[in-house]
């Protein structure tokens, strides 16, 4: 059973930083995307990043500038430094994998989703 799984979520203040980790156990391959989406509460989730396991990345307007997808290239692995953070980070932030494909933005295009963690951004 393939399973994500996001840590490092918390608590910080408006202009600290924090790194998530997405971790994969039971797959064996490589994922053609893995990317992080977010949901705060009360709003529909949405794209965040995505990585192409070339590792070419892509980021939402939002964040650009301020986040950091990363993954080690051939592993299932991803991470998200998250810097100059603001109250509007504020939500749960999902890992999700593709197995095939390049669109990236479309949730329902992805095969694995994590069950996420909790950012709070005071200010």
């Known amino acids: 059973q393939v399973k994500l799984v996001e840590s490092g979520g918390g608590s910080v203040q408006a202009g600290g930083s924090l790194r998530l980790s997405c971790t994969t156990s039971?797959?064996?391959?490589?994922?053609?995307?893995m990317s992080w989406f977010r949901q705060a509460a009360g709003k529909e989730r949405e794209w965040v990043s995505s990585t192409r396991s070339s590792g070419t990345t892509f980021y939402a307007d939002s964040v650009k500038g301020r986040f950091t997808a990363s993954r080690v290239k051939g592993e299932l692995t991803l991470y998200l430094q998250m810097d100059s953070l603001k109250p509007e980070d504020t939500a749960m932030y999902f890992c999700?994998?593709?197995?095939?494909?390049?669109?990236?933005?479309?949730?329902?295009?992805?095969?694995?989703w994590g069950q996420g963690t909790q950012v709070t951004v005071s200010s």
């Open positions: 039971g797959y064996n391959g490589l994922f053609a995307l």
């Open positions: 999700a994998a593709r197995v095939a494909g390049a669109s990236y933005v479309d949730e329902d295009l992805y095969n694995y």
